[in-house]
């Protein structure tokens, strides 16, 4: 990644824009990579991707729902081209289909649809946990790595890591504060709880915020599977996490009044993970309460073991 693309990754507008560049096709502008990832960042695709189908829609229909898969991995060397289908124009609903392209290759599928509010409709959610530190309370996860790094007798080579997670923390557009982690209740659910704010913003209009809301939604997210496995970090031996990468990623926005500058909670549980897959569910409210968006993903999930050698006989 080149340090023009970090510069402009700090700044969570610079992060989600694209340029338009046809009537249905647009481009991207900087791409960043997380330390240790395999490619781009997907919550900076699944936004770049909404901001694309946002602008092909009439501007009374909001966005309520996206589904998309990750089929290969971005290379931030090469801009990504979005390419917008228009599927569907309904009184209530408008669906769009976006497929983004690099080298020649779709590398991501995003399906997403938009809805003319309801208001007058009856409403219901799940409260926010009542027991969940204060936001200004909680430590930024940069502070957190800081303090890692400087632990008596840690290997070289793991206190560079955390020194690279520190520096990424505090350049990032998304200040990350730990409220909870592995919180386990009565029934055995284990739960991990992050305040997500996103660094210096005005307070945009809901279209822009959505797309805030699904970079951010991907931060700290499959990660939750790891946790519940209990698999070590920088260490190898069956017991230790081999990789992560996201297979799929959906959202489901309840809320056009929210401001991801004041702050979300972002309650994260994982009900499964089995054969290297693992899925994680996460719940966005504000600092008011209010249940924003539901998510769910499923990733690859690996600890760092072989499989058992073929043992089928030859026909």
Not at 68 to 79: G, M, Q, T
Not at 105 to 128: A, D, N, V
Not at 274 to 288: F, T
Request: proline share 5%; with cysteine.
């Amino acid at each position: 990644m080149e340090d023009t693309d970090q510069v402009e990754h700090e700044k969570i507008t610079t992060a989600l824009e694209v340029e338009q560049i046809e009537v249905n096709l647009f481009r991207s502008k900087a791409l960043w990579v997380p330390t240790r990832a395999r490619g781009v960042f997907g919550g900076q695709v699944i936004s770049q991707a909404i901001v694309s189908a946002t602008n092909c829609v009439d501007p009374g229909f909001g966005l309520h729902s996206l589904h998309c898969y990750f089929l290969l991995s971005a290379s931030p060397a090469v801009p990504i081209l979005y390419f917008v289908e228009r599927l569907r124009e309904g009184r209530s609903y408008s669906t769009r289909s976006v497929k983004a392209v690099q080298n020649g290759k779709i590398i991501f599928h995003l399906l997403c649809s938009f809805h003319r509010g309801e208001p007058w409709q009856p409403t219901y959610q799940w409260p926010m946990p009542h027991d969940v530190p204060n936001l200004e309370d909680c430590e930024l996860e940069e502070t957190l790595f800081r303090r890692l790094a400087s632990r008596p007798g840690l290997h070289e080579k793991v206190r560079e890591i955390y020194l690279t997670y520190t520096e990424e923390r505090t350049k990032g557009p998304i200040a990350v504060r730990r409220a909870k982690r592995d919180d386990s209740s009565a029934d055995g659910t284990i739960t991990s709880m992050y305040w997500m704010q996103s660094r210096s913003i005005p307070h945009y209009e809901a279209p822009f915020q959505k797309c805030i809301l699904a970079y951010l939604s991907d931060l700290n997210f499959i990660t939750a599977a790891a946790n519940v496995l209990k698999l070590k970090r920088y260490a190898r031996g069956p017991d230790a996490h081999s990789m992560s990468s996201t297979l799929d990623h959906s959202i489901y926005y309840y809320n056009d009044d929210f401001d991801c500058g004041d702050g979300l909670l972002y309650v994260v549980v994982c009900p499964r993970a089995a054969s290297g897959r693992a899925i994680v569910q996460g719940r966005l409210y504000s600092r008011a309460g209010s249940l924003v968006a539901v998510t769910t993903q499923e990733g690859v999930v690996r600890a760092d073991r072989r499989a058992p050698e073929d043992t089928k006989a030859k026909l």
